[in-house]
């Protein structure tokens, strides 16, 4: 039930996709503007099938519920301004009546989704926007071994508000797919499902299903962990580690902080607190906590920011007029100043004590000429309300999205499957290439089983059940070239989650330890490195893993590398005595061209 609560306030986002991006990788779907059959636009106007779907229609007669109509001349007062192309989709507002369509792509693992309809209502029958106000849902589902549909994510569009002559777009998101999730691998479907009454019709049109690979940015501090307070003393301190922290109180700062949640058994506990500790905001206009990350915003990226808020238990922001809200930010600096990008306000209403929602705010598709591509990003939780009350914050995430997932084999080291009551190790990795200065047994590069939950080395981020591991001498690497050319054009990102081993860790002390990451091409005789991350151990954990990325910037015609084969690799660059642990390799390519519909 909570878990349920909290996807709804992250899963509906309106009007931001309502330009097509620029390189955004929609996956096809037959039909998605419904323009065929084509509709004699001097007959009738409308005819009720639509190609390509399958149509739910609980008129099974005549099937009037559905079908697609041919939008009216300019002048003509119920012409539809945005329709995209010459013909749009009917669909009669009774639960029972939809759409629905099997796709060719599949659900992949640790990529994300966003489908999104232009939704308008009916001139002459819209449906009710008065209790009961009719509804329809936007969804992306699978079929079960049965074939029975089973909903994997579902966003509510009310009728209320929308326009018959201007299309809004809504989106309904759906977070990274997990390779465990059930449906992690099977066939993408998508429906659009009336949830009301007989009596009105909706208007649809222009469906789009967006798939892109999101990578977590590094935010420092980010669960509020440090410094480490004492619960058994004042159980607060007035400050943050890692973050700037403007506070209208100048003299205690006692606007921003952390404090530690109290026991399980306690009344005011966090339940779903990320770690021991969790930041204070008070909310008066002023005070805020900001972070200037040290990424850049990259042009064909998405950017969203999600952060745990609540309310503190004792002090709770004003729920009346005039509200307290609360934004969190997407900002960047020019020369003089910090410009906000994008802002999403939250109130207490829909918040609870002792439970953390997440929100969301987003940056969709960084375009080359935005004022903030290549400029560093900026994060921000900022009060926009009077004294008195307390915002409470944790787990702060940012992630960026790339378009288009390019497929790797064992990118996540789950094969050879390794038995974990046994020796809990192998000295290999199917698919990859693996350099080893150990001739002999190969101890140097392998796989390695998480160990259980409440082991003290148990890796809490891992993906899937395994974890790669890689000795720190120079030599030790793994490398994996893939059946896919750099394309004219596009942009590259490699990333790989990265810790340390819990026994081993790489020195972080002079010589350093690196780890390369890098995207390679082979000439006529040897491999050659085009763009190289090296890492080092310093800020890396065994028990989290970290991503990092290494960019390449536009492929140009005259780059030698393109047209080249893509080659990848995670390379040791030490002494021996340390292991590197990754996990989760992902490769991700920007389109080039802004219309371009290839998935692949
Ligand atoms: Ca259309
Ligand atoms: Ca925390
Ligand atoms: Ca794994």
């Given at each position: 039930?909570?878990?349920?609560?909290?996807?709804?306030?992250?899963?509906?986002?309106?009007?931001?996709?309502?330009?097509?991006?620029?390189?955004?990788?929609?996956?096809?779907?037959?039909?998605?503007?419904?323009?065929?059959?084509?509709?004699?636009?001097?007959?009738?106007?409308?005819?009720?099938?639509?190609?390509?779907?399958?149509?739910?229609?609980?008129?099974?007669?005549?099937?009037?519920?559905?079908?697609?109509?041919?939008?009216?001349?300019?002048?003509?007062?119920?012409?539809?301004?945005?329709?995209?192309?010459?013909?749009?989709?009917?669909?009669?507002?009774?639960?029972?009546?939809?759409?629905?369509?099997?796709?060719?792509?599949?659900?992949?693992?640790?990529?994300?989704?966003?489908?999104?309809?232009?939704?308008?209502?009916?001139?002459?029958?819209?449906?009710?926007?008065?209790?009961?106000?009719?509804?329809?849902?936007?969804?992306?589902?699978?079929?079960?071994?049965?074939?029975?549909?089973?909903?994997?994510?579902?966003?509510?569009?009310?009728?209320?508000?929308?326009?018959?002559?201007?299309?809004?777009?809504?989106?309904?998101?759906?977070?990274?797919?997990?390779?465990?999730?059930?449906?992690?691998?099977?066939?993408?479907?998508?429906?659009?499902?009336?949830?009301?009454?007989?009596?009105?019709?909706?208007?649809?049109?222009?469906?789009?299903?967006?798939?892109?690979?999101?990578?977590?940015?590094?935010?420092?501090?980010?669960?509020?962990?440090?410094?480490?307070?004492?619960?058994?003393?004042?159980?607060?301190?007035?400050?943050?580690?890692?973050?700037?922290?403007?506070?209208?109180?100048?003299?205690?700062?006692?606007?921003?902080?952390?404090?530690?949640?109290?026991?399980?058994?306690?009344?005011?506990?966090?339940?779903?607190?990320?770690?021991?500790?969790?930041?204070?905001?008070?909310?008066?206009?002023?005070?805020?906590?900001?972070?200037?990350?040290?990424?850049?915003?990259?042009?064909?990226?998405?950017?969203?920011?999600?952060?745990?808020?609540?309310?503190?238990?004792?002090?709770?922001?004003?729920?009346?007029?005039?509200?307290?809200?609360?934004?969190?930010?997407?900002?960047?600096?020019?020369?003089?100043?910090?410009?906000?990008?994008?802002?999403?306000?939250v109130d207490a209403r829909h918040l609870s004590i002792g439970w953390l929602q997440d929100v969301s705010v987003e940056l969709p598709n960084v375009h080359p000429d935005d004022l903030w591509a290549g400029k560093s990003i900026g994060i921000a939780m900022r009060s926009e309300g009077l004294p008195g009350g307390f915002w409470i914050l944790d787990d702060v995430r940012l992630t960026e999205s790339m378009p288009t997932s390019i497929p790797i084999e064992n990118a996540s080291f789950e094969t050879p499957v390794v038995d974990p009551n046994g020796f809990g190790a192998v000295p290999y990795a199917d698919g990859w290439i693996e350099s080893d200065v150990d001739d002999l047994s190969g101890s140097n590069t392998g796989v390695f089983a998480n160990t259980s939950e409440d082991s003290w080395d148990h890796v809490v981020n891992a993906d899937g059940f395994q974890i790669a591991f890689l000795g720190s001498q120079k030599g030790n690497g793994f490398e994996q070239d893939l059946p896919i050319a750099y394309e004219v054009g596009a942009q590259y990102r490699l990333t790989v989650a990265v810790g340390v081993s819990s026994r081993y860790a790489p020195s972080i002390e002079e010589p350093l330890d690196r780890l390369e990451l890098a995207l390679y091409y082979y000439d006529e005789t040897e491999s050659v490195d085009i763009a190289v991350l090296p890492v080092e151990a310093t800020h890396l954990s065994s028990g989290r893993l970290r991503d990092y990325s290494v960019y390449l910037p536009s492929v140009h015609s005259d780059d030698l590398w393109a047209g080249k084969s893509i080659g990848i690799a995670m390379r040791s660059e030490g002494l021996p005595g340390g292991f590197w642990i990754m996990d989760h390799v992902r490769l991700a390519e920007t389109l080039p061209a802004p219309d371009s519909t290839d998935t692949n």
């Open positions: 039930m909570l878990g349920r609560m909290k996807s709804v306030i992250v899963l509906l986002v309106m009007g931001f996709w309502a330009a097509g991006p620029v390189g955004a990788a929609l996956i096809p779907i037959e039909n998605a503007s419904f323009e065929a059959p084509v509709v004699d636009p001097n007959s009738f106007g409308a005819m009720p099938v639509a190609e390509g779907w399958t149509e739910l229609d609980i008129d099974t007669l005549g099937g009037t519920n559905t079908g697609v109509f041919a939008n009216t001349p300019a002048d003509s007062p119920d012409h539809v301004a945005n329709a995209d192309g010459d013909q749009l989709a009917f669909l009669g507002s009774e639960l029972g009546n939809g759409f629905r369509q099997g796709l060719a792509a599949t659900y992949k693992p640790g990529c994300d989704y966003r489908l999104s309809v232009g939704v308008g209502v009916s001139m002459r029958f819209p449906p009710s926007m008065v209790e009961p106000v009719d509804a329809v849902e936007l969804v992306l589902y699978y079929l079960d071994e049965e074939q029975s549909v089973v909903d994997v994510a579902s966003a509510t569009v009310e009728a209320t508000g929308l326009s018959a002559t201007q299309l809004e777009d809504f989106s309904l998101y759906l977070a990274p797919v997990d390779s465990e999730e059930a449906w992690a691998g099977q066939t993408i479907g998508v429906a659009i499902r009336a949830m009301g009454l007989a009596g009105g019709f909706w208007t649809l049109d222009n469906v789009r299903l967006a798939e892109s690979v999101p990578v977590s940015i590094y935010v420092e501090n980010a669960s509020f962990e440090s410094p480490v307070i004492d619960p058994n003393a004042f159980s607060a301190v007035p400050y943050a580690d890692g973050w700037i922290e403007p506070d209208v109180d100048d003299l205690s700062g006692s606007n921003t902080g952390v404090f530690a949640n109290t026991a399980e058994e306690s009344w005011d506990h966090t339940v779903n607190a990320d770690g021991f500790q969790i930041a204070f905001l008070g909310s008066q206009k002023g005070n805020a906590f900001e972070q200037d990350v040290t990424a850049t915003y990259k042009a064909g990226c998405d950017y969203r920011l999600t952060v745990a808020v609540g309310v503190s238990s004792r002090y709770q922001p004003s729920i009346e007029e005039p509200l307290d809200t609360m934004e969190l930010v997407l900002c960047y600096y020019d020369e003089t100043a910090s410009v906000d990008i994008v802002a999403r306000a």
